[in-house]
């Protein structure tokens, strides 16, 4: 048959790598916004009653609480973490099927060049009714930064240099859940907003984080002085707050799904359902092809 083709490689691993390994020495003092991301996924666990004896945690950078392994790409980062640990690509795992209750996944999946491999394998590496726990940057995430480059670079330059990653689009990661294999799958978002001194105190933030520009067609040299302070200029005249603060928005996508097991509910055959929509709704029924007219 047909070969299945490899995805693009839109994103540098190995400079995600590097980005990560210069990061873990000092994210202590830069990851307040991965703290908080954290805390929501501890209470987002919370709220699911169920036993956990065997869970990972790829980006080793999630909650503490009842996780055994921790996998990252990145050999410091996994360093820094108690417990056992394990280095590794999210985009190749290296465990067996089956062995895991849980996985979670905080902000390290926007990193890989194939999602729905990456989604298709944490699937295969779950036990019968395992649980999937992710948070994931969306692409909504620094819009004012990146609003801010590109005007600056276009204007300083005549052009724009590639700078984000490739996102997947919010109504589709439901349907990579279920084509992964997983079941009941739930995507949410949340918006967190920071704010900031200025621009140069948010880059250096990122880069901080292990957030830096990891595309393969990404500028390879530094970005120029002059279009960096025409950037940091643009932000502040077009986004600063009434107390001159420079807001920055991360945008979180939250993935929850199962690994199936006969226990679970079961979605209903269509047209068997024992109540009526206009009937929960208080509403009249109209016929297919009937125009509803005004009340």
Not at 13 to 36: F, K, N, P, S, T
Not at 48 to 53: A, E, L, W
Not at 102 to 116: E, F, G, M, Y
Request: glycine share 8%; proline share 6%.
């Amino acid at each position: 048959g047909a070969r299945r083709s490899s995805p693009p490689e839109i994103l540098a691993r190995a400079a995600v790598r590097r980005h990560r390994d210069r990061a873990a020495a000092r994210l202590g003092d830069h990851d307040c916004r991965i703290r908080e991301v954290a805390e929501r996924l501890v209470e987002r666990r919370g709220d699911i009653r169920r036993d956990v004896s065997c869970a990972i945690d790829l980006g080793g950078a999630g909650p503490e609480a009842r996780l055994v392994v921790r996998g990252d790409l990145s050999p410091a980062m996994v360093a820094r973490r108690p417990g056992p640990r394990v280095v590794l690509d999210e985009e190749w795992l290296p465990f067996a099927s089956g062995c895991f209750d849980l996985v979670t996944s905080l902000l390290a999946l926007h990193w890989v060049n194939d999602l729905p491999g990456a989604l298709l394998q944490i699937r295969r590496s779950l036990a019968p009714d395992g649980l999937f726990l992710a948070a994931m940057i969306g692409g909504e995430s620094l819009i004012e930064l990146r609003q801010a480059l590109a005007w600056a670079e276009s204007e300083q330059e005549g052009g724009v240099s590639p700078r984000m990653s490739p996102t997947v689009d919010l109504q589709d990661m439901g349907g990579l859940l279920q084509r992964a294999g997983f079941a009941l799958p739930v995507v949410d978002v949340d918006t967190i907003t920071v704010t900031y001194d200025d621009a140069f105190a948010l880059m250096h933030d990122l880069r901080a984080m292990g957030e830096a520009n990891a595309l393969n067609q990404r500028r390879k040299r530094f970005t120029r002085r002059a279009t960096l302070m025409a950037a940091a200029a643009i932000y502040t005249q077009r986004f600063a707050d009434a107390d001159g603060r420079l807001p920055a928005t991360f945008q979180i996508i939250w993935l929850t799904a199962w690994a199936p097991h006969d226990s679970q509910q079961k979605a209903l055959r269509p047209g068997s359902a024992k109540a009526r929509l206009a009937d929960a709704l208080d509403a009249d029924e109209k016929p297919a092809g009937d125009k509803a007219r005004p009340g």
